[in-house]
């Protein structure tokens, strides 16, 4: 049928347009917000220099700017900025380093603990969720019920406090902050991983809980199940071959949505176990009012939010022929 | 004639209880906890046992009958502490849920009620602004416009305010099919009047619920603000920063943080519940009345 191929190879494209106008647009945005502040980015680059009289402090302004594209007019400046932006180049930070350069170092602990963090709460929220829906007692289902509304209404760093009271402070099983490379000591680097990955699991384990409970519910009342068990299937094969691959379709979106969103947690992890990720740079930049590492960041996330969700939604396609169909 | 009053006084009370059993329980619960909050932020002067600017006491001591949740790390009661960080807290969350509230709710409505290009540019903006995660938006705004309260609750206004957009839309996009809203725009309704008069509250029972999500997210946003050092200041007490001072001293005094935790969590979890009773509350006389549900559509 190549009509169809055609109008899915259209809708593609569409996609993919709509993809690079919210990136556009979110670039744009940032860049709007970064100017709104009081002062130039050149004014801030070379600081108070006590040495320097005035007309030397403005000598040198007049130059950096020129340098910097500050004297060119804003559309221009945004054009310079984002195709600079493109082509990995975030400009400097406030002791002069390249950011690119420090942003990078951050990111490859910030991809261990978020990627720990993810598989620690699907698998976790897989295991609890078919305990939840098989069990026969109504009290683990209480249990677990209960748990996760706690789960859901602790904030991260509080959660993170009980967990380094527990298994730092009282049980001394496991460092209460720090990190150790990967590439250094692998076991050492395990062992400051796991408090943070738990801290930042346990209340996506709730969120995907909620849901992944609602589909299975949702998903045992449907046709087919009746259908199944009515073929003589055991209650095990059902709820495994049939239930659960159906279950578990809007759950995927809601895993995509907080992989792409993790940052804010991370934020908040990494600074309660100064674990040197994309995080702690952020929080520490925000403090300094360090603009160029703070917008690069921003922007960083946010692309990241966008691709991940365009991601998550070309996967659903895959998943589920059902929204395959051409419109 | 005094047992006359004692009788009235009895039947009124027993009244109001009845009343309140017609409730729903997680409407009443989420209530009963909420109070005791409001009036730490009313009157933390009445409540707190002690000075919580002043250093009285051995700092790190233990939870013990003078101290109830014992002291901090200067020697300060944290019990006061905690009282007198209910105003900022609550401030900073009901004021930035209520901001994010009607932005939102007035954008959303908008532009679902509307519809057409006007909703799809909207929309489009809005997903924008979905696309920054959460906290990091704050923060870039924080970073930008400084760290007062006022720009504290303005960002997390503005970070809530996207979703709440979003959820209003769908709502504006429902009721514009209505009958009664039909029937007034054929009576000559402008816009404005039915958007005020007739969308926004028949839309109320819905957004409240979604307001009360708000609000409790609204807790936790601002909590993590402070505790990231970028809410209140020292020696101002927040549950946020409170946290954080616990978080050096864990090794010497393991409870310190109990009490602001269980506060941020008693505050975020009662405005769930207060959402989830109006949810029941007005799940039943959802539609009542409407002209379109009893007219069939007209």
Not at chain 1, 283 to 308: C, F, G, M, Q, R
Not at chain 2, 107 to 123: A, H, K, N, P, W
Request: hydrophobic content about 50%; charged content about 15%.
């Amino acid at each position: 049928m190549p009509s169809l191929r055609k109008a899915r190879l259209v809708g593609v494209v569409a996609q993919l347009g709509q993809l690079l106008a919210v990136l556009l647009a979110v670039s744009l945005l940032t860049f709007i917000l970064l100017n709104a502040l009081p002062g130039s980015a050149a004014d801030a680059r070379i600081g108070p220099l006590p040495n320097f009289s005035p007309e030397e402090r403005e000598q040198l302004l007049a130059s950096l700017s020129k340098q910097m594209g500050l004297d060119k007019p804003l559309p221009i400046q945004y054009l310079i900025w984002v195709k600079d932006a493109a082509n990995g180049n975030f400009g400097l930070n406030y002791q002069g380093l390249e950011v690119s350069q420090v942003v990078g170092d951050r990111l490859g602990p910030t991809i261990e603990l978020g990627v720990a963090s993810i598989l620690l709460s699907t698998i976790g929220a897989l295991i609890v969720s078919l305990i939840a829906y098989r069990t026969r007692w109504r009290v683990v289902r209480g249990g677990i019920q209960g748990a996760v509304t706690v789960l859901m209404v602790m904030p991260t760093f509080w959660l993170g406090l009980l967990l380094v009271i527990v298994f730092a402070a009282e049980l001394q099983w496991l460092p209460s902050a720090g990190f150790t490379s990967i590439s250094d000591d692998f076991g050492e680097n395990l062992k400051y991983l796991l408090l943070p990955a738990l801290t930042l699991a346990l209340p996506q384990l709730a969120l995907f809980f909620r849901y992944l409970n609602a589909g299975l519910r949702d998903t045992s009342h449907a046709a087919f199940v009746t259908a199944s068990r009515a073929r003589g299937l055991t209650n095990r094969g059902v709820d495994y071959r049939h239930v659960l691959p159906n279950a578990v379709l809007p759950t995927i979106t809601v895993v995509g949505l907080v992989a792409g969103s993790l940052i804010s947690g991370l934020v908040i992890v990494e600074s309660v176990f100064s674990w040197p990720g994309l995080g702690l740079l952020l929080v520490e930049s925000v403090k300094k009012k360090d603009y160029n590492t703070v917008a690069s960041i921003v922007l960083i996330t946010a692309v990241a939010y966008v691709v991940v969700a365009f991601l998550v939604d070309a996967l659903y396609r895959v998943l589920d022929p059902r929204t395959r169909r051409p419109t | 004639m005094t047992g006359d009053v004692a009788v009235a006084g009895r039947a009124s009370f027993r009244s109001a209880w009845s009343w309140v059993r017609s409730q729903p329980t997680p409407l009443v619960i989420g209530v009963v906890i909420l109070i005791p909050f409001l009036l730490m932020a009313a009157f933390p002067g009445l409540l707190a046992p002690h000075d919580p600017f002043k250093i009285e006491a051995i700092p790190l001591q233990p939870p013990s009958g003078s101290y109830l949740l014992g002291t901090d790390e200067v020697g300060r009661d944290l019990l006061s502490r905690c009282i007198y960080a209910a105003r900022n807290d609550l401030l900073v969350s009901i004021a930035s849920a209520a901001v994010a509230f009607t932005l939102g709710v007035a954008l959303g409505l908008f532009s679902g009620y509307v519809g057409r290009r006007t909703d799809t540019i909207l929309m489009r903006l809005v997903d924008v602004l979905l696309s920054f995660p959460t906290i990091v938006l704050a923060l870039f705004l924080i970073t930008i416009f400084g760290r007062s309260m006022w720009v504290q609750i303005l960002a997390i206004a503005l970070v809530m305010m996207p979703s709440t957009a979003r959820f209003s839309r769908g709502e504006g996009l429902v009721l514009r099919g209505r009958g009664y809203v039909e029937a007034s725009r054929i009576s000559g309704g402008s816009r404005r009047h039915i958007l005020v008069r007739h969308v926004l509250p028949n839309a109320m029972p819905t957004l409240l619920v979604a307001a009360s999500v708000l609000a409790s997210s609204a807790v936790l946003i601002a909590a993590s603000l402070s505790y990231l050092g970028l809410g209140a200041q020292p020696p101002e007490p927040s549950w946020g920063n409170m946290l954080r001072s616990a978080y050096g001293v864990v090794f010497d005094a393991p409870l310190y943080g109990i009490g602001p935790g269980v506060c941020i969590s008693l505050v975020a979890g009662a405005y769930i519940l207060i959402g989830e009773g109006l949810r029941r509350k007005f799940r039943t006389d959802r539609n009542v009345g409407t002209l379109g549900n009893t007219v069939g559509g007209v």
